[in-house]
Each structure stands twice: as structure tokens, then as C-alpha cells.
């Protein structure tokens, strides 16, 4: 699970898991802290782990340590032969604008994938139940598939709607996820032994640092 702060990650997690927290994690200081691991024994040869992570716009730690963060448990598991059967990325359908952070989570979570992977990807946009007006949040969703994850659509990708907050809906979205291909920075860190300086990801995030100091000292 990957993801803005606020745009359903935890709750999504929790639909598919059947656990309730008591913290929200639409609350302003960001809820996941690091990256965390739910196990799900559908029967007994049948496991699912669900990993939820914390967004690029975290408000007690720095982009560069989430990247690291999420990079040192891909590296781990890529190392381990255990791969990815999906990647669920979440947008909440109510944000009226692509802001710069919402934007910065895209941009570093393309980075992180890669196009061979994207067809292990799904686009969901969550908190459909507090759309007050539908259809501005059908414009949004044109806007988003048109533009903004044009590139991942058409490498592969697919949206999904959690229009209906359940565990239905929330196993329905994830059902099809077979994936296994590794991703970007998994390839770059391990089969390349490039430093995560060196990665797609690492480099989309020097740049990034280096046009807010240009944009500062304007």
C-alpha cells in the first residue's frame, strides 16, 4: 500500500485484515510511521501480507528517510526471492486539486515501480461516501486517468473505485493481483548494485530537493 497521507491506505488495509484502530488516519499528523507488516491466514495453505507504508509527506520525517525506509524493506524481501503480488496506490477522490505532495507521492511511486511492474498496479480513489457533489468527483476521475496516471495506464496499470467502504469491496480490488515482477529500485538496488542515491527513485527526489532550494533562494 502506497499512498498521499490521509488517502485511505490504513482503512483500506483494515477492510481486508478485520481490524479497527482506535487512531484515524485521516488526522492530520501523519498515522503510519513505518512500514508494517498484517498477515491474513485465508486457510491453511494460503497466506496473504498486506504491508502498509508511510506517504512522501510525512510530517515527522523526511522524504529522503521514507525513501530509505521503503527501499531497505524492498531491498529485503527482493534479496529473500519474496516478490510483490500488487501494488495498491490510493487517492482520495474529495481532494479538489493535484497538490505539490500529492503529485511528489505519484512521482516517487512511478519511480519506485517501473513499467515492467505497473501491471501489478491499482490506482484505487477512496472516500467515495464523502463526495458531496458527483459530478465534480467524476471530472477528478477524468482528469486523473486522462492525465495525472496516464504514463502507469498505459504501462499497464488500472484503476479501481473503493466507492463502497467494505471488506467486499476491498478483496474485490485486490482478487486478480498475481504480479511477481520486481520493482524499479528492487532491480536498480540489488541486480544493479546501485546506492539508493544512484536509483530512478533517489535521483527523482535530488531533483526534486534541488528545485525547492533554487525556488527558496528566488
Sequence with gaps: ??????SGK??????????????????????????????V???????????????????????????RLIA???EK?????????????THCITDNRMSGS?????????????DRAAGGVRLVTT?????????????????LEQNFWRPLIDAGARHERFEENSPRRAWEIINDLTGGEALLIQE???????????TTAGQTLYTQFQKLLQEQKE
Excluded at 500529492?102 to 517501473?114: Q, T
Excluded at 536498480?188 to 544512484?198: A, P, T
Design 1 to 6: 500500500m502506497m499512498g498521499p497521507t490521509g
Design 10 to 39: 490504513t482503512n483500506f488495509i483494515n477492510r481486508l485484515t478485520g481490524v479497527e484502530e482506535e487512531r484515524a488516519a485521516h488526522q492530520l499528523k501523519s498515522h503510519t510511521q513505518r512500514v508494517r507488516e498484517f498477515a
Design 41 to 67: 491466514n485465508m486457510s491453511k495453505d494460503r497466506q496473504y501480507v498486506f504491508v502498509d507504508t508511510p506517504g512522501f509527506d510525512d510530517t515527522d520525517r523526511s522524504d529522503r528517510d521514507i525513501l
Design 72 to 74: 531497505m524493506w524492498l
Design 77 to 89: 524481501k527482493y534479496r529473500g526471492n519474496v516478490t510483490l503480488s500488487g501494488i495498491i496506490y
Design 102 to 114: 500529492v503529485c511528489k507521492n505519484l512521482d516517487m511511486f512511478a519511480r519506485l515501480c517501473g
Design 127 to 143: 472516500m467515495w461516501d464523502r463526495a458531496k457533489n458527483r459530478e465534480l468527483a467524476e471530472n477528478r476521475v477524468s482528469q
Design 188 to 198: 536498480e538496488l540489488v541486480d544493479g548494485g546501485r546506492k539508493l542515491n544512484e
